[in-house]
Nanobody, 124 residues
């Protein structure tokens, strides 16, 4: 099973930027879609962005369109989430997840391998 780990979270002022990374562990890879989710206490986990295994297809939730960009470097087994123009409402724990099979657009149930999450806090 693929093991993934997130990095790059932190504290940033509104309007600032952060780049999150999701790396697959050695000897594993992410052949299908990879997604970035976020969750705040008391709310369901939300799919923010996803990218197909080849990188040719992307999905964004409406609230981040034009501000976030998902990309992948398959040679490095890493998926990135560039977050610009951050808002306080983007504050959440961000999780990376790798899909277990090939389906597009991906659904939450398609993701089987989850990271531990990284905190993103945007101050006003």
């Amino acid at each position: 099973q693929v093991q993934v780990a997130e990095s790059g979270g932190g504290l940033v002022q509104a309007g600032g930027s952060l780049r999150l990374s999701c790396a697959a562990s050695k000897r594993t890879y992410m052949p299908y879609a990879t997604g970035w989710f976020r969750q705040v206490p008391g709310k369901e986990r939300e799919l923010v962005a996803a990218i197909s295994g080849s990188g040719g297809l992307t999905y964004y939730v409406d609230s981040v369109k034009g501000r976030f960009t998902i990309s992948r470097d398959n040679a490095r087994n890493t998926v990135y989430l560039q977050m610009n123009s951050l808002k306080p409402e983007d504050t959440a724990v961000y999780y990376c997840a790798a899909a277990a099979w090939n389906y597009w657009p991906p659904r939450s149930a398609d993701f089987a391998s989850w990271g531990q999450g990284t905190q993103v806090t945007v101050s006003s």
